[in-house]
Structure formats: C-alpha cells, structure tokens
C-alpha cells in the first residue's frame, strides 16, 4: 500500500513552482463604478450635512463641536483596531465604513427623525416617542447598510465576526462624531460653555462606545451569517442583530430622556453589562480567529511549506510581536516590514483555506493559495538573516 503524496496546492499551469507570485488584485469595471457612486453619495452626504449643521450651531458651535468631539474619536477607534490583530482590514474600506456612518448616515437620520417629529408634533404625540421608537430603527439601518455594503463590494475581506465588529464599529464612530458635533455646537449656541462642558462629559466621555457598541451587534449577525452554510441563518442572523441594535439603542434613548437620575440608573443597569458582555463576545472571536489560524495553516506546516514554528508564531499575537521585535534588532526597519508582511499574508492563507473548506472560496483560490504561498517564501527571505560569506 503506497503512502498518500504530501498535500501540493495547485500552481497555474507553465508556471515553474520556484516562481514567487502576489495574489493578483485587478479592479472590475462593475467595482469601479460602485466605488465612483459610493464616493459621490459620500461627498454629497457630507456637503449636505454640515450645511444643516452650521444652520443650527452658527461657525463658532461648528467649530468647537468638531474639536470636542474629535477628542474620544481615536481612543475608540484604536479599541475596535486593536481586535483586528490577526487580519487587519483595508484602511481605505475602514475609512468607507466611518465616512459612511458620518455622512450618509447622519444625512439620512437628520431628514427622516425631523420628519418624523414634525409628523409627531402635528398629531399632539409625545416628541420623546421620536427619540425610543423612531430614530434607533432608521439609524441602525443606515449605520448597518454600511457593513453590507462592503461585504457586497469585497467579499474576500470580510471573514466573519471580528470583521463584521470592527466594520460595524467604524461606521458607528463615524455616526457619532457627527452626532457629538451638532449636540455640542447646538448647547454652546443656546446655553454657553457651562452646558457645552456638560454635554461633553455625558457624550464624549462616559459614553464614547454607544453608538459603535449599539451597530456591532449588526456587524457580528452579518459575521455569523458569512460563516455559515445553513440558508435560514443566513437570514436570521442579520436580521437578529439589527433587532439587537434597535433595542438596546431604543432603551439608551429611553434612559437619556428620563433625566439625569434615570440615565445613571440604565447606565449601571443597561450600558455597563452590555458593554462587558460585548468585550468578552469580541476577546472570544478573536480567539477564535487564532485557533482558526493554528487549524487551516497546520497542513502546509505538516507538508514543508511553513515550518511549525511559523504556524506556532502565527496563531499567537504575543510570539508574532516578538518576532516583529527580533527582525527589527537582526535586519532593521525593512526586516520588520516583511515580518509584518508575513503575518498578515499568512492570517490571509489560513481564511482563506476555511472558506475553501467551507465552499464559500471563489473559483480561483486554487491559484490564489499557491500565489500567497509563493509570496510567504519570497517575504521569509527578506527577514531571514543571511549567511556570512567567507
């Protein structure tokens, strides 16, 4: 009985297998024309937003509530980074995720909640029903239409929740800046600064995660549903977290327009369990993610491919920092870059065998495994240190 070949992915026909290949990445026409209508629906949002803005602030609230609420943006934003450590996202498709939430989105919310106040307002209904019922629905299916929108637009980025989070996450950052900027401008034109200092504290400081907090939970039913197989959860999925979102935004509105005493009592209540509870949700899928690394990359360093102390270091964030330092000390700042760059490509190889063992891969992953595993060798002899030559 002869013993089964060594695993050996597919290479592309005459192409010799001591050729180093990158993963090609050619733009379509269809993408293309879909970045060129998001950009425009972006730039336009944004234009028509802060005119709005400036209506109700005057340029100097404008002004000092684009200061103030810059100010929790980056601590919040370096949170949702730091779970992306295994595969870090696109830049540019974060930024589309942010710009989305503070343009589109904001745009969107400010026509359909005024709307909606008016219409309120002229049926002698309470206005505060506008803040519960009306704007956590159109605001979390705005901010969430952003995570489907990348997962239309680049499918092959989105892996599953931790993606879902952090993409979800930028949109809601985004949404709340803006929202920061008009509660902030609007309190310094009616009150002054006392008021402006106090709105600062409740927004910018002892709640900088609600919003991001309130669309992750869309962002992990979309993950769920990219991971799955079974139709009918791919339904439900995202339909569960956006539901999620609903609610727990409906109650934080509910809290906030019930005085300063019931805000405090929902914030211990509501806001902190949710929030820890969204901590170790987000900690056990990036877990996951290392386990799901150490899996898929297991076979190539049972076949000579990677070594097995690549796999090892790959599947933990805290060796794959180390090795980071010591190809900085043995070959300097270029070494710490195709370490880097390691990294990254071999996170990449390890989803993308999942989705291969999950039939979700597109037609050419063949291919693309052996270009990422040709790119691998290519990037491990820049970091590697070279023989001294007699």
């Known amino acids: ?30 993408t293309t024309i879909l970045w060129v209508a998001v950009v425009v629906v972006l730039v336009g949002s944004a234009l028509l937003s802060l005119t709005a803005i400036t209506r109700e602030t005057g340029l100097p609230g404008l002004i000092t509530g684009s ?43 400010l026509v359909i909640n005024t709307a909606s106040l ?45 993606d879902g989070i952090v993409y979800a996450g930028m949109a809601g950052i985004g949404f709340a800046y803006v929202e920061n900027v ?19 504290l409740l927004r910018c400081v002892v709640s900088p995660f609600a919003h991001p907090l309130f669309t992750a939970a869309i962002g992990v039913g979309i993950g769920v549903a990219v991971r ?8 439900l999925a995202p339909v569960a977290g956006y539901l999620v979102a ?33 901590i170790a949700l987000a900690l056990m899928a990036r877990r996951r993610e290392g386990k799901l690394v150490a899996q898929h990359l297991d076979i190539y360093g049972r076949t000579g491919w990677l070594t ?12 794959r920092r180390e090795a980071r330092g010591w190809a900085m000390r043995t070959g300097g700042t270029e070494s710490r870059r195709a370490m880097r760059d390691f990294q990254e490509l071999g996170s ?25 595993l040709a790119t691998l060798s290519t990037l491990r002899s820049r970091f590697l240190p070279r023989p001294a030559h007699p």
């Open 1 to 30: 009985m002869s013993s089964p070949s060594p695993y050996q992915p597919a290479r592309p026909a005459g192409v010799p297998a001591d050729t180093p290949m990158v993963a090609p990445r050619r733009p379509r026409f269809r």
């Open 67 to 109: 200061v103030l609420a810059a100010v929790p943006v980056f601590p919040v934003v370096s949170a949702f980074l730091w779970l992306d450590r295994y595969e870090a996202e696109p830049p540019p498709l974060l930024a589309l995720a942010f710009a989305w939430g503070a343009g589109v989105s904001t745009f969107g919310a």
């Open 118 to 162: 008016i219409a309120i307002n002229n049926a002698g209904g309470d206005l505060t029903h506008a803040a519960v019922f009306v704007a956590p629905v159109v605001e979390e299916a705005l901010k969430g239409a952003a995570v489907l929108l990348i997962l239309l637009m680049r499918r092959r980025e989105f892996d599953g929740v931790v």
């Open 182 to 200: 008009l509660y902030l401008g609007r309190t310094l034109a009616d009150t002054g600064s006392g008021g402006t200092v106090f709105v600062f």
């Open 228 to 235: 799955s197989r079974s139709p009918l959860l791919r339904l």
């Open 246 to 278: 609903v609610l727990l935004h409906g109650a934080w509105n509910w809290s906030a327009s019930s005085g300063l005493a019931g805000f405090a009592s929902a914030y211990v209540v509501l806001q902190m369990p949710v929030f820890l509870a969204f």
């Open 308 to 319: 097995q102390a690549e796999v090892a270091m790959l599947a933990s964030l805290p060796a």
């Open 348 to 372: 990449e190889l390890a989803f993308l065998r999942e989705r291969m063992a999950r039939g979700t891969a597109s037609p050419d992953a063949a291919s693309t495994e052996y270009a990422m």
